[in-house]
């Protein structure tokens, strides 16, 4: 063995000091000549080499010329020989990838895969390094152990090709996922285990993991939950809580994993007192209501955090916006009790020098100002900076709306407010083409200028045809027609409507209707509109008329003209108007026709839809639609194009559209004057990661049907009609696309089932 390591030395010896004496002695380099270039040129290795014409060579100095070289990476062998006074550099390049192959990655996609691994540095056309290879094998199973997949294998495959390149393989046996088999939590002894583990977003496998994927082993999810469990202590007292321990093991097969988490709760401890101190700039009396704290109640690191925010928050919109505010506990171990101190440091208050607009090279200054709820000269409120651009993203003006506070250069005490925004183009021509059940085959068209002008003005002209429905539509609305922000419109539209072809009573109508809308802000979410509408309408029987219509016929006549006035409340919270996931959007809308019009009638609608987030994967929607008319005055009923209708993919699916309650002689639905709706519909993505945002499914239950009160009825909820089912909705690029699949629970003789219905297009 000695002998062995005097051979090993040796050489060492031998390799280090041949280029010393291939060299010789110190001489200054009149010229250098690179020996061996195939691909790379010779003024690369120029650049790298740290010696020049001209300059003098000490024999000791060829190490680094040569690590210099090898530190490009361009080369796996470099030499040194002295001619003369000419250095000859010796080179052997390292080959260039020609080709990279990636076989049997499933979880991963190709094309990102590839683009990731250029990012490391292989890539085609690249200096092959081995090294490099090997980092990013090492990567690729970090990736596999993300997902859940410990039984991955990778082989790497260099095949040498002509011209001193190489092609890559890289084939991967990616196994099973592992699955989480159990999660067991010891040390607790306040609370169940079971409630523990609510808190985990890691689970056992259960009926929605090949959804949710909850139950495959992630050490940044399972980081997350101990940090949720520590915060499920903290928040109920145990301020000393630990984890002791975490251990996770994987059987043999790398099919099972078994979590174990060792935990000391610790005691109880509760609030003793609460204290304000440091430079108090507004009175006492207004920040105690922003510390939800009480003394004698059980201590909460998320009350003590977020009291803390609060107060921050409100110094920042009276103007300090740099304020900070550190929440200090004294612990008392003896009494377990816990006094919290606040120390607040507001900084100097700030006020905003200027408002700056930028990017509205179309739309015009004021239309951007008039929503602004940050002033110029007053003083700086983080509050009203969101709101403001809030504001304007809801204009629908601009795709970008971004604002920065800048401090203003040589002040202290001032900050300006910049505002840029990305316009997008005012003018939109549409052309779309739709189907529904009802209303079958629907072209739709509309010339719409959002911002007319640039003055936020919109007008619209709009043209809907189906085999049921023509309307023709001419709108224009000054959303500020008044400084206060009070909008108002105006609407021309004609209505052409044959009801026998969406399978309700056989008539037609033709409505002509002009009118006028106000619309009121009550707060920054809430307004209230006021319209008044004249409206005549032709009311023309289908051949052999059914009771319901010659009866209506006989006793209101066939031409009618009203002027209809009404009000309406609206407040829209949710986060998305296509696919939302919280908030909601509510509205109580009444209108009537005013005494002396033809027809003499009124009605009133209340709509809420609230939307729950369950998770990061699952929505809870839940849906009530309650809607009243009836007649007053000389007028014997409702009129038949006012009813209310049930049945189909907006109301109660798995029925056929419209064809829920009263019917008349003929056996066709009239509708009713009363309608009860109520849907609950559990909402997840599509399990394809790439259409997560387009694509949403989900189950539903529906209830509903309409009544008549006619002649005195009483509504017989027993005749409420439920189903249950699956629906999706696709926004595809020619439209959104609304499905379901719907099972009645309670259809009796004479109802029209329907099982699968769609929308598609602007129908929807």
Known sequence: MNLVNKLRQLLLLFILVLPQLALGDTFVVKDIRVDGLQRISPGTVFNYLPVKIGQEIESDSTGEIIRALYKTGFFKDVKLERKGDVLIVFVTERPAIAKIEIQGNNALETDPLLLALKDIGLAEGRVFNRSVLDKIEQELQRQYFNLGKYAVKLSSTVTPLER???????????????????????????????????????????????????????????????????????????????????????????????????????????????????????????????????????FSRKEVIGSAERVNKLLGNNGYAFANVNSIPDIDEEKKQVAITYFVDPGKRVYVRRVNMKGNSDTRDEVLRREMRQMESAWYSAEQVTRSRERLQRLGFFDEVNVETPAVPGSTDQVDVNISVVEKPMGNLAAGLGFSQSDGVIFSTSLTQKNFLGTGKQVSLAFDNSSSSTHYRVGYVNPYYTVDGISRGFNLSYQKTDFDEVDTAKYLTDTGTVGVVFGVPITETDRVNFTADLLHTSFKPAASPSDVVSAFKTENGDSFLDLKIGTSWTRDSRDSALLPTKGGVQSLTASATIPGSDLEYYKIAYKNKRYFPLNNAFTLALNGDLAYGDVYGDTSRLPLWENFFAGGIKTVRGFKDHSLGPRDSSNDPVGANIKIVGNAELFFPAPFKLMEKSIRLGLFLDAGNVFSTNGGADIDLGEMRYSVGASAMWLSPMGALGMSLGVPLNDKPGDETEVFQFTFGNAF
């Open 164 to 298: 001193n390149r190489v092609a890559i393989s890289i084939d991967i046996s990616e196994g099973g996922t592992a699955r989480i088999k159990n999660i067991n939590i010891i040390g607790n002894r306040a609370f169940e285990e079971e409630d523990l583990l609510d808190e985990f977003s890691l689970n056992t496998t259960g009926f929605l993991s090949s959804f949710t994927k909850d139950d495959q082993y992630s050490r940044q999810k399972l980081s997350g939950d101990l940090e949720k469990l520590r915060s499920y202590y903290l928040d109920r007292g145990y301020i000393n809580f630990k984890i002791t321990s975490t251990q996770v093991s994987i059987t043999p097969d790398k099919k099972d994993i078994y979590v174990t988490v060792n935990i000391e709760e610790g005691d109880v401890y509760t609030i003793k007192d609460i204290l304000l101190t440091g430079d108090l700039v507004l009175p006492k009396e207004a920040f105690f209501p922003m510390i939800h704290l009480v003394r004698g109640e059980v």
